[in-house]
């Protein structure tokens, strides 16, 4: 009955403000059931370049990659539910690792000890969309993401370099607003290509004197990693 219901409010939104699914393009749905269950996440652990561990819950391509672009490009902040829900699991597993477990839980009201950390956009980027689509996909998983990191310079788009022009591109890039000495974090971002991104946070925090205790992504690319535990 519930999901009828459902159906019946979505297609008299449709008829109100109509959009296509952001996945296929098929019309009068943000996302339709079959792009959702493209979302059903996997969550698998991969190894960053410093041998840390990122959990990851999609592979970006197909549905994600479109649902993801559309978010992230197009302005359709109408996904950032349903691919949230993905970021979710990724975001409890990598909290789930020993490093985190020692320090705090998920119920932050009750152990307040980890904190949930975005990958800031670059300046540029919030500029075009208005707003920072990894920080939107944490609130809308329940996390309120702690705004420490800004970034401090520009950089050149990352989607034509190498492994090692990203970490150069990037080091460097970003810097915490205050000091964070004492103070644990689970960094969170949308995408895992080579790691460049996750390594440049985590440095910013351990600069300012902060510990990363974990890692979570919402998807990794495969084209460059095939199935292998490497992000």
Request: hydrophobic share 40%.
């Amino acid at each position: 009955m519930g999901s009828r219901i459902t159906g019946a409010l979505l297609d008299a939104l449709a008829v109100l403000s109509p959009v296509d699914c952001a996945g296929c393009g098929s019309p009068d749905r943000a996302l339709c059931e079959h792009c959702q269950l493209e979302l059903e996440p996997a969550v698998t652990p991969r190894t960053l370049p410093d041998g840390s561990t990122v959990f990851t819950a999609l592979r970006y391509e197909g549905v994600v990659r479109r649902t993801l672009l559309a978010l992230k490009e197009s302005g359709r902040t109408d996904v950032a539910k349903p691919l949230s829900a993905s970021l979710s699991a990724a975001v409890e597993r990598a909290a789930l690792e020993p490093a985190a477990l020692e320090r705090a839980s998920l119920d932050r009201a009750a152990h307040p000890g980890v904190e949930f950390l975005a990958v800031p956009t670059s300046r540029s980027a919030w500029r075009r969309r208005g707003y920072d689509p990894v920080a939107l996909l944490c609130k809308r998983a329940g996390y309120e993401p702690a705004k420490l990191l800004r970034s401090a310079r520009a950089t050149r788009s990352q989607k034509t370099l190498g492994s090692d022009d990203r970490a150069l591109n990037l080091h460097d890039s970003m810097k915490s607003r205050v000091p964070l000495c004492g103070r644990r974090f689970i960094l969170v971002d949308d995408v895992v290509t080579t790691g460049a991104t996750l390594a440049e946070a985590a440095r910013a925090v351990r600069a300012a004197g902060g510990e990363v205790v974990g890692y979570a992504a919402l998807a990794f690319t495969p084209r460059l990693f095939g199935d292998a535990e490497r992000a």
